[in-house]
């Protein structure tokens, strides 16, 4: 049978045509009418990238990989479960209330008429149905693979066994007299997942730094809470991550002014009871000449010290076992600056295998060669740290010989004046001290004030008011196209049940 038969075919049993649109305009009308309006909600996040993550994005591209790999890895980190674990705790997005409404069930968020809790974690899901009458509640509980009871109750107050999560416990305000209500508890991994499932992340393209966030949902006042949190749980966790290191700078310093304010402190009250006791009234002439005269051999003697005591924090920060893994100050102003460049790339591989980590695991190829050459790393830091102290010992060693032909000029004068030369010289060493470590926790803290975060938020979750499905007119060619094609169905398989035959 040709086109001009089958068509002819047609017009002869119009009839039928006219029948099939009605159906299944019916069959679209009733599809439209009985499910809710889905709405599009989408969020555009902007990375911003540091000097190191643009310099990598530029190596990628100039060996012939293209994209931009550090969003790539912020894509993943956008839709990790420990992230979205952490929205859907915060929201208590792991139990889902609606209503029934006149012609669909409507998601009720964030106020909801029916609150649904048990006193164990589910770990299956558990749907409750709850209709109210005017004689009380009929409730219709589904426990997951224990199946499913119907009750009537005249009060919600007494709580309802379980046979995986303990007593269920419901309740509705008095005011609400009338009405259907249904509530799904999702153990917390399928909460999750479900929130990742409706989620799409994607990157504007492939060189771009643009993220977008975006859902189709029933429910935009829920999809934009869901998305707003996961974008500022970002930007605080990554920030955190990032300024980590500079916290622990901060520590130090903190840690280290104290001590030396304190002996500081001990000196002041020392020479004033010295002066006091030996009756020295004039004597700050003389000791400022002698000082000048050590003042050069002095403040190298400081500036060593100081910075063995940095290596020595750091030595000691690396051999413990708990900061294997964990970022060590690098912004301490080391005098070796190969030691210092070290340490910073030290610290951003210590900072993308937390990265990967969080969408990885340890057993993860990647993971693994991370973590390798983090140990060769820390192995060469420790060597380096050690050949540094050495040459600064023997530094200030020579230092020290020569000071001594300095101090043998002290000999000179009587004992109780040297004294109280040597413990001036003592206090100006600790105030050198205590202004180095007093510039350096300035000079972190305007950096911790400068952290900005890593990604700007170019527009926060906004649903669009026009629904994006059902669609009447799409329903209604897709009706009209059913229509059509129905009555030539039919007769084709009537023609192959013939042939069969």
Known sequence: MDIKQLIKWGIDRWWWFVISWALCGLVGLAYYVTHAPQFAVEAVLMLRQTDSDSGQAEMMQMMGFGGNKVTGDEVQVLSSRDLMGKVVDTLGLATHYEVKGKRFWLTQYPQHD????????????????????????????????????????????????????????????????????????????????RQLKDLTINRLNRESNIITLSTITSCPPQAVATINMLLDLYNQESGADKNRLAVQTAAFLQARIGVVASELD????????????????????????????????????????????????????LAQPENAYTVIPSNMMLSDVTLQDMISEYNAHIT????????????????EQETQQIDQQRTNIRTALQHTSQAMALRRSHILSQQNQYDSRLEAIPETERHYIEMQRDRKTKENQYLYLIEKQEENALLMSSETLPAKIVQYAQPNPNNQAPKLKIVGFVALLMGLLLPYLVFLFGLFKKEML
Not at 352 to 367: C, G, I, P, S, W
Request: glycine fraction near 4%.
């Open 352 to 367: 993308h295998r937390n990265v990967l980590l969080q969408t990885a695991t340890q057993e993860n190829k990647v993971v």
């Open 266 to 317: 001990a000196l002041e009250s020392e020479l004033a009871s010295y002066r006091r006791t030996y009756h020295i009234a004039d004597l700050d002439k003389t000791a400022d000449t002698y000082q000048q005269l050590g003042t050069s051999y002095e403040q190298q003697v400081a500036e060593i010290d100081a910075q063995k005591r940095i290596l020595d924090f750091l030595a000691d920060q």
């Open 114 to 193: 029916l609150t649904v809790s048990t006193s164990s974690p589910v770990v299956e899901p558990i749907t409750v149905l709850v209709k109210v009458t005017k004689s009380g509640y009929k409730l219709t509980i589904s426990d997951g693979q224990h199946g499913t009871r119907h009750l009537k109750v005249s009060s919600l107050a007494t709580p309802l066994p379980t046979a995986q999560a303990g007593n269920l416990y419901l309740s509705l305000p008095d005011t609400v007299t009338e009405g259907t209500y249904r509530a799904a508890i999702y153990p917390r991994i399928v909460a999750i997942d």
